[in-house]
Each structure stands twice: as structure tokens, then as C-alpha cells.
């Protein structure tokens, strides 16, 4: 059961906002700036620089801004923390502020293990209080209209799904980018977006991956920047996954695109071109046969995109309304097939997925 704030539910959601270099930063000028249900009252970060130019750029007092959670818990009265801090982290905070009472939404990946996860899932449940991982790749219009479409089995049965993922991100001096030192950025950083997506979409649950990465010599990554994935689905269906940090060819969305072929016909999808707050490049075909015309579909329009979609409806969360989609809970099944994605780039072999007990 989601506690409700003991507030008024007609109020603004107060947050400290935990992590606020490179994409945190993002997400402190441009995405939470842009959802009224919420109202930064606390910013977190260990870097001075950082925290003071944000800070400014938001025009809060110098008594909102703090070098960790145990700070600003105890300097600012809070309903929620959002943490944008790097993913090895994610976890030790969540545990803190739902330990604090404080509801959360965590950015993804929500963390680098199922069991580690587990912990912050079950403590939420236990407290009552509502812990949601920001999977904004769901808060487009393309993949939403395709979600819809096959819940109507407007193809019918399905048969097969390909998706294909293409970005050149290579050529940053290696000692300054950290992207070259996330752990399986392929894996881990983008192909969870992909992961999640296939879950929404089909509404079915992965049961097998098969994964094999290549290393080339010109990849200035210290994991896997290149990944060739089957993923086999409950009933059988299987995906064909092809993702690439180091495309020379045209490059994709980061939605990918996708082709969902069934006995009725065909749907490809891509999502979430450009910048994150960008739906102009998202567009969805159906095509009824090989010979046939593939015909726009009309997309559904949102209130809010991207993080803001989340945020937003971790907010009405918090003060009393439906539970979230990506619930820390049903995260876990996107974050058990990145795991087992991982375990089978390194084994060879394919991996079951495996929820944590």
C-alpha cells in the first residue's frame, strides 16, 4: 500500500535532489524545473563547484544546498529525494532516505545487481513508501502508441521483434569522459533503456539471454561498447538485440528501432531522437503485408515526455495515487535480464534470468 504525504494532497511534492554533475545537472535546469508537482528544497552534491553553480542557476538560498543526504535530511523538511548521483550509490542512498521516511525516485540503472536492489525494494514495502527507478525512455508517444496496439493484437500473433541500436561515441580524451569507465556501458547504460522498453511494449517477461560483445582495438571503453543479444520471452518469442557505441553507420534514436513483426502484419517503431526533450522524431508504421504500404500511426499526446512523464507520476505517487509502472519492484525485471545480458557476455553462454528471492 503507497502511504500517503501527510500533507494535502492539492500540494507541491518537496524534494532534495541528490547529485548534480553531467546528467543530474540536466536534470536540475531542465527536467524537474518543468513538473509543478514538486518543489526542490534541498540540492546535494560533494563538489563545491558543482553545487554552487547549480544552486545559483536555480536561484536557491545558500541554506538549500548541502555536501551529502545526512546534511540535508536533517537541514530541510522533505517528502522525497531524488537521486541522480552515480550508480554505484544508488542504493546506499535510497536506503537512507527511506530510512528517513522519505519516498524515492532513483535514477536508472537501479543498481548493478538484483540483490542490491532487492534491498531498497523491500525496505520501501515494509515502510510503506513509494520507491520508483526513472525509466523515461516509457514517457514517449511512439513506444505508448505501440504499447496499445499490440494490447489490441493488431498483429495478431507475434512471431519475431528486431531492434537495432547505433551511436559513434568515441572520440573524447579518454582521462576526461567517464563514459568510457562505466561499467558495460552497453549493457548496463543503454541497453536497460531497451530492456525495459521490450518489457512495456509486449507486456511479457524475458526468460533467457544470449549475449556476445566484441572488443575492438580502436574502442577507447574498458567493457563491452558493442553487444549482439537474442533474448527469448515468455511463450517463446524471441528479440534480436544489436547495439553499438562505436557505429560508423547511420545512427539511431535512442530508443533504437524496432521491428515487431505478427500473422496481421508489422509494426516498426523509433523513439526519443535528438534531445530528451524532443517527440518530433518519434513516429510509428504499420504495414499489413510485405506489399503493402507501411502507414503512419497517429501518437498519443502526453502532458509530460522523458523524466518529466516520471517525475510527475512519482509525484502523484507520493501524494496518494496509483502506484508507479517502474516501481522498484517491477524494476527488478528489467535489472535481472541487464544482469543476466552481463553474465552471459562474460560466460559465453546463455543466462537464465533470475529474480532475486
Known amino acids: 500500500m503507497v502511504r500517503r504525504s501527510r500533507r ?13 554533475g553531467g546528467w543530474g545537472g540536466n536534470w536540475a535546469r531542465t527536467a524537474i524545473p518543468q513538473v509543478t508537482e514538486v518543489e526542490v528544497v534541498g540540492l546535494v552534491d560533494p563538489v563545491p563547484a558543482t553545487l ?36 554505484v550509490t544508488h542504493v546506499p542512498l535510497a536506503l537512507e532516505a527511506l530510512d528517513a521516511g522519505k519516498h524515492v525516485l532513483v535514477e536508472k540503472p537501479f543498481a548493478n545487481s538484483t540483490d ?15 520507491l520508483q527507478v526513472s525509466q523515461n525512455y516509457r514517457w514517449y508517444p511512439a513506444p505508448r502508441a ?9 498483429l495478431g500473433e507475434l512471431s519475431a521483434i528486431s531492434i537495432d541500436f547505433r551511436q559513434w561515441d568515441n572520440d573524447a580524451p579518454v582521462e576526461t569522459y567517464p563514459h568510457y569507465r562505466f561499467p558495460h556501458p552497453m549493457i548496463n547504460d543503454m541497453a536497460i533503456h531497451h530492456f525495459d522498453l521490450i518489457r512495456m511494449v509486449t507486456g511479457l517477461e524475458a526468460v533467457r539471454v544470449y549475449a556476445r560483445a566484441s572488443y575492438p582495438e580502436h574502442s577507447k571503453y574498458q567493457d563491452e561498447a558493442v553487444t549482439s543479444m537474442i533474448i527469448e520471452l515468455e511463450g517463446g ?3 534480436s538485440y544489436r547495439g553499438s557505441w562505436l557505429s560508423r553507420a547511420p545512427r539511431t534514436a535512442w530508443a533504437g528501432e524496432w521491428s515487431i513483426q505478427g500473422e496481421d502484419g508489422e509494426l516498426w517503431f523509433t523513439s526519443r531522437d535528438g534531445s530528451p526533450s524532443e517527440i518530433a522524431g518519434d513516429r510509428v508504421t504499420l504495414r499489413a503485408d510485405q506489399d503493402a504500404e507501411a502507414e503512419a ?17 512519482f509525484a502523484r505517487s507520493v501524494e496518494g495515487g496509483p502506484a508507479p509502472e517502474t516501481s522498484g519492484r517491477d ?24 529474480l532475486p528471492e
Open 116 to 130: 542490491e536492489a532487492l534491498q531498497a525494494v523491500r525496505r520501501a514495502e515494509e515502510l510503506g513508501l513509494v
Open 237 to 239: 518469442l524471441v528479440v
Open 8 to 20: 494535502s494532497a492539492r500540494m507541491t511534492v518537496r524534494i532534495i535532489h541528490v547529485g548534480l
Open 297 to 313: 500511426v497517429e501518437l498519443p499526446t502526453l502532458e509530460h515526455t522523458d523524466r518529466q512523464g516520471g517525475l510527475q507520476a
Open 146 to 154: 505501440v504499447k496499445d496496439l499490440l494490447a489490441a493484437r493488431t
Open 52 to 87: 554552487e553553480a547549480v544552486r545559483t542557476d536555480l536561484g536557491l538560498p545558500a541554506t538549500a544546498a548541502f555536501a551529502s543526504l545526512t546534511e540535508a535530511l536533517a537541514g530541510v523538511e522533505a517528502d522525497a529525494v531524488v537521486i541522480t548521483a552515480p550508480a
Open 331 to 354: 524494476n527488478l525485471r528489467s535489472l535481472a535480464v541487464m544482469e543476466a545480458a552481463g553474465r552471459s557476455a562474460v560466460s559465453g553462454v546463455p543466462e537464465d534470468v533470475v
